[in-house]
């Protein structure tokens, strides 16, 4: 199943020890059933024996439950946490380069301020410009931009955090 | 003490407790052969390396200890995936060693070399393409624990050819011997939760139609005794599945033997009638359950596993309780024995002369063999079993002779059957018993065998009678590969597509002398008995015994596939039984 069929998307967050293999061993239990992975980022952790997995799978929490015990009895996986998009802070980078003749620059350049984007580089007619934010807010740059013509774009994938408590502590709680 | 890694290899090996090793030498693992001379560990010279895997695997169902087996790089590598799959689906320990190309050669498509960590990927438990000598030990020592702990499973140790070999300056370390783990994502957890436990417990006192669903984690587990107490305390009745035969007497009045698609009709009625299924170390396997949306509809689910991805993988639970069958047992015996004991469970006379109606209406059961008719295979295990000590370790190939044997057999005690159930893997049975008797040479060791099986591996019968393993096998020659056979007649309207083996090519008996092995034929009834007695007599070679079967004999009961279980077909000679 995917997304596009009625489904949600689930992300988890694989702590792995790091080692060689460990990916190919994580990305077969999603292979093996057809789950297509639309986004992974990898990144070395505070501790260096360990990294970090952000997953995200087009399938629904129910089907992939099977697959996280499964993930979980991986001697390689570490913990897993699995992240609701409502309750988590997701970010995601993309790097874009556009079409951009100097005559219409002006156009991109108050997308880019809107959007709070930075120009990274700039060539005779095109721009390369990146831009961090939630991934629906990197969708909408990136839709805004396509009319001017995308030569390239590089997205990283979404990392995420579970969101923080919002409520200080009682304080006659014991 | 400064050593190789080769040596190291072998000291790790006699570290862990190894005493036998199945396998057969080349390239690669050569370096590794030499220092195994000087080893006190016994080498056993396989004439296949699925030879050498089925032998580790049945060593480990006869002993419970760790089956250790090692071969060479790339199709000695690819030769024992079988293995270690049939290993994986019915959680064998198991530790098997490859050798590999060395390892600037590794991706280079260098002579016999294969890519043996991502081809065994998903049929073992764990595995390690180890990269230097020095980290032979701990790998090693992690290899057995994660075999044997938690759910036990095969893992295997893929050794690059430069860190054995002593005349690579790479192979150079070290011996040190590892004292822990560091293994931060593998916590294999044994206790079961107490409130959990205690659910289970008032359940139990609870249900009118319980019956204890009990599968192979009993046997991983050494759960016997405690399983024994348990049933025995509430007189719950038990199945045992296909992976738990032996696991609880055979001859005790609570036994109601093996569910599922060829299982007992009271066993598979029992729990589709059942309010309460209390499932020990059992997966709800497809050829348990039947048609799983229909399976036993009435019943609550107390599910205990040792491997927590089991519970609700296939039916949801009503108490899911993660950890070892023995002791959640244990736990649960004593959580019942609180609450009142046998004083506490309800009356359940009604649900017993329920059962005791089933199991008086609908036995196993099989015509005689008439006239000039050949053997009625059923007929020939029946003897097998009656003529044959009760600690006999029993070992059995796949397809109806297997179905057969675990019908017809009464298993009385635990470790007694070594078989192929989650993979259905033709060919178990000879090298399996064969690591059966190496495991226990006290116990006489038979195989049963059908003749499509036979021809898989009989190989290793040279293996038996050269390396002194007087294992005896019973082939059941039906001239077919019989279950599938049994199905065309059954679901194809009797169109019989490549199924036909002939019955006289091989000469099974002239084989079997070529082998080195007593060849012996049967023919006739009368003379099952006495060449059942001459093979129990030779101790110093191995015997086959040809029996020659029926080829048209089918095994009833039958589930057929995806249907529920309620409509299980019985024995022609029963189906105008009221139900
Ligand atoms: C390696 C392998 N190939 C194919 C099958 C499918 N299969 C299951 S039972 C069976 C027939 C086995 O024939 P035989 O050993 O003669 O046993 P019988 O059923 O006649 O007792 C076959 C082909 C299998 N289980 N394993
Ligand atoms: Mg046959």
């Known amino acids: 199943m995917s997304a596009a069929d009625g489904g949600g998307t689930t992300t988890l967050v694989v702590r792995v020890e790091n080692k060689a293999g460990v990916l190919a061993r994580v990305a077969g239990l999603f292979a093996r059933r057809g789950f297509n992975i639309e986004s992974l980022a990898v990144a070395p952790t505070d501790d260096e024996r360990f990294s970090r997995l952000t997953i995200v799978v087009g399938v629904d929490a129910a089907p992939m439950e099977q697959v996280v015990k499964q993930l979980d009895k991986l001697v390689n996986v570490v913990d897993i946490r699995e992240l609701n998009p409502s309750a988590s802070v997701e970010r995601e980078l993309m790097m874009v380069t556009v079409r951009a003749n100097p005559d219409i620059r002006g156009q991109i350049l108050d997308l880019v301020r809107i959007f709070q984007a930075t120009v990274l580089n700039v060539g005779y007619d095109e721009i390369m410009v990146s831009l961090t934010g939630s991934p629906s807010r990197v969708d909408d740059f990136e839709d805004l931009l396509r009319p001017y013509g995308i030569v390239d774009v590089q997205r990283t994938g979404k990392v995420a955090l579970p969101k923080l408590v919002k409520a200080a502590p009682d304080p006659l709680a014991p | ?579």
């Open chain 2, 1 to 579: 003490m400064n050593m190789n890694g080769g040596q190291a290899l072998m000291k790790a090996l006699e570290n862990e407790g190894v005493d036998i090793l199945f396998g057969l030498p080349g390239g690669a693992i050569l370096p590794v052969y030499d220092p195994l001379i000087d080893s006190s560990i016994r080498h056993v010279l396989v004439r296949h390396e699925q030879g050498a895997g089925h032998m580790a695997e049945g060593y480990a169902h006869a002993t419970g200890r760790p089956g250790v087996a090692m071969v060479t790089s790339g199709p000695a590598a690819t030769n024992i995936v079988t293995p270690l799959c049939d290993a994986y689906m019915d959680s064998i320990p198991m530790v098997v060693v490859t050798g590999q190309v060395p390892y600037a050669a590794i991706g280079t498509d260098a002579f016999q070399e294969c890519d043996t960590t991502g081809i065994t990927m998903s049929v073992t438990k764990h595995n390690y393409l180890v990269t230097e000598a020095a980290d032979i030990p701990q790998v090693i020592h992690d290899a057995f624990y994660i075999a044997t702990t938690g759910r036990p499973g095969p893992v295997l140790v893929d050794i690059p050819k430069d860190i054995v070999d002593p005349n690579n300056p790479r192979s150079a370390m070290e011996w040190y011997t590892p004292d822990s783990h560091d293994l931060p994502g593998y916590l294999p957890n044994q206790a079961g939760d107490a409130e959990l436990i205690r659910q289970a417990a008032k359940l139990i006192c609870e249900a009118e139609r319980p019956v204890l669903y009990t599968g192979g984690g009993i046997l991983k587990s050494r759960g016997a005794e405690a399983l024994l107490e348990l049933a025995e305390m509430t007189g719950i009745h038990v199945v045992t599945t296909l992976m738990n035969r032996g696991g609880f007497p055979d001859d005790h009045p609570l036994c109601l033997g093996m569910p599922g698609m060829h299982g007992n009709y009271t066993a598979v009625t029992a729990m589709q009638e059942a309010d309460l299924l209390i499932a020990l170390g059992a997966r709800f396997d497809d050829r348990v359950t039947g048609k799983v949306g229909e399976f036993a509809p009435l019943a609550k689910i107390i599910h205990v596993d040792i491997d927590s991805a089991e519970l609700g993988k296939v039916r949801r639970p009503d108490v899911a309780i993660q950890g070892d069958c023995r002791v959640v047992i244990e736990e649960l015996v004593k959580a019942l024995k609180e609450m009142g004991g046998s004083e506490a469970q309800p009356d359940r006379n009604q649900w017993r002369s329920r059962i005791s109606g089933w199991q008086e209406r609908f036995p196993l059961t099989y015509e005689q063999s008439k006239g000039d008719e050949l053997l009625k295979p059923q007929y020939v295990l029946e003897q097998l079993r009656d003529s044959t000590p009760s600690d006999t370790i029993v070992a059995s190939g796949v397809g109806q002779h297997q179905m057969w044997t675990s019908q017809y057999w009464k298993f009385n005690h635990p470790y007694t059957w070594v078989n192929s159930g989650g993979l259905g893997t033709m060919g178990f049975a000879i090298p399996a018993a064969i690591g059966a008797k190496a495991g226990r040479p006290d116990r006489m060791v038979w195989a049963v065998d059908g003749d499509g099986c036979f021809q898989m591996t009989a190989q290793e019968l040279v293996t038996a009678a050269t390396e002194g393993f007087p294992i005896k096998v019973a082939l059941i020659n039906n001239a077919y590969l019989g279950m599938v056979r049994q199905w065309q007649e059954m679901f194809y309207e009797e169109r019989y597509s490549e199924v036909y083996l002939t019955r006289d090519v091989p000469d099974y008996k002239m084989w079997a002398e070529a082998l080195g092995c007593v060849g012996l034929r049967v023919e006739s009834p009368e003379e099952v008995g006495p060449a059942i007695a001459q093979a129990n007599e030779i101790d110093d070679q191995p015997v086959v015994v040809e029996f020659r079967c029926e080829a048209e004999e089918n095994v009833f009961p039958m589930v057929p596939a995806g249907m529920s279980n309620s409509d299980v077909v019985v024995d022609p000679s029963q189906r105008d039984q009221p139900r």
